[in-house]
């Protein structure tokens, strides 16, 4: 990504200039002629409640809002991009999130985040799910956007079968013929512990309301919910996408 225009108060313009001069300077030195020319970036500066009209959001602390070129979208292969993720640090194993219809940015840019937080190498975002880079999801986000990797599934869900092949066993969160996580944990403490190695689980999670799609789920491995209080009754069977993922990612990267 680089910068078009950068618009901020005096004050954070000072804060900001030593990191836009490394910036300039990383894009100077770059090979390619389309990147520098791209590097230069157009500041302005207003006051905090000018900047606030602007953009149309109460101002924060950070008093900056940026415009910035988006690469053309690629594409890439799940077989190519699967062996570029890495294990995070503290983490035991790969573990990739899922989204199946996830088209709501502030829960995108939640699970993101959460993502990050709790030791995802990845995600990988299929059909009818929105685009992690509009503005609502990369606040929500907090920026993780920018930080973990993710690519589009082209055919879905034929490559969840793939996804599978190329070692990752497949956990869809769904609330029929499901197994408690706690068994599902115990399970792969068992089996990691005969193979000597973590094995690299998927975690898949669907759209509020509709959840992971029945062709989805009908790929997984296994499929695991989480233990809920007694005190929740028919009409309420489920929580937030993002608060069900970051449950079992916490567990994963927190055995």
Not at 210 to 226: F, L, Q, S
Request: with cysteine; net charge neutral; charged share 15%.
């Amino acid at each position: 990504y680089t910068f078009a225009a950068l618009l901020c108060t005096e004050n954070m313009l000072q804060t900001l200039s030593p990191e836009l001069a490394a910036y300039e300077a990383r894009m100077t030195q770059s090979s390619a002629a389309a990147a520098v020319a791209a590097s230069k970036c157009i500041v302005y500066t207003a006051n905090k409640s000018a900047v606030a009209t602007i953009i149309g959001f109460k101002m924060t602390a950070l008093s900056v809002v940026g415009l910035l070129h988006k690469p053309p979208a690629t594409s890439i292969a799940l077989s190519a991009f699967l062996p570029t993720l890495a294990i995070p640090g503290g983490g035991c194993r790969r573990v990739l999130l899922v989204l199946d219809k996830v088209n709501k940015p502030d829960n995108m840019g939640a699970l993101f985040r959460s993502a990050l937080a709790f030791g995802a190498s990845g995600v990988l975002l299929g059909p009818g799910c929105c685009d992690p880079l509009v503005r609502k999801c990369i606040r929500s986000s907090m920026g993780a956007v920018f930080k973990l990797p993710y690519a589009h599934v082209k055919s879905w869900p034929a490559e969840l079968n793939q996804l599978r092949a190329e070692g990752f066993r497949l956990w869809a969160l769904h609330l029929e013929g499901s197994v408690m996580l706690s068994a599902a944990l115990a399970d792969r403490r068992a089996t990691d512990g005969t193979a000597g190695e973590a094995q690299s689980i998927a975690v898949m999670v669907g759209a509020e309301y509709e959840g992971v799609g029945d062709e989805a789920a009908a790929c997984a491995d296994e499929r695991v919910r989480i233990r809920m209080s007694g005190a929740m009754d028919a009409t309420l069977d489920s929580v937030n996408v993002n608060v069900a993922a970051s449950v079992v990612l916490d567990r994963l990267f927190n055995p």
